[in-house]
């Protein structure tokens, strides 16, 4: 007659195997926890819209990259809204074609090229590129914008400042 298991046997193997497979599935829940992965939303790559909606003589606001969108000789660029020199946010005036800081006053073309004010330097700017007509703009890798003097875009002031008096 051959002798089985007891059960106080099976219980302890059956406790055993329960605390291991536990013990694997925490392992593998720290594991993914501490494991960096992608980026989603702002700090990462993010979805701007098409690039047959940037338009090539405006901009455009753009919430999920906290920042604006236009067109210079075929190439998107994709700017930071904060301004360089106390971090304000840069409304765009339709009226001047520029961008001005309502904080302290300085002032920025449509790339965001400095201007006038205080500002040490150009409104930052981030890395764009084109996947099957989306723009995709990495908002993790700010890149300083342009140093005062530096001028790509040639285009005159289109009117009054939003600043001004008598201009809402």
Not at 23 to 48: C, S
Not at 122 to 133: A, F, H, K, L, S
């Amino acid at each position: 007659m051959s002798e089985g298991i007891n059960r106080r046997e099976l219980l302890g193997k059956a406790w055993k195997t329960g605390a291991g497979l536990l013990g694997l599935a925490g392992a593998w829940t720290v594991w993914d926890a501490f494991k960096p992965g992608p980026i989603e939303g702002f700090g990462g790559v993010v979805k701007a819209g098409f690039v047959d909606d940037v338009p090539a003589t405006d901009v455009k606001a753009v919430q999920a990259i906290r920042g604006y969108v236009t067109e210079v000789e075929g190439e998107v660029v994709a700017l930071s809204w904060k301004c360089p020199h106390l971090g304000c946010r840069v409304p765009y005036c339709e009226s001047s074609g520029w961008f001005e800081c309502p904080c302290h006053g300085s002032k920025f073309n449509r790339v965001g090229e400095w201007q006038e004010g205080p500002a040490p330097h150009g409104m930052d700017r981030y890395p764009v590129t084109v996947e099957n007509g989306i723009v995709q703009v990495d908002t993790g890798a700010v890149e300083t914008g342009p140093q005062r003097g530096s001028q790509t875009l040639d285009e005159p002031l289109r009117g009054p400042h939003c600043g001004e008096a008598g201009h809402a």
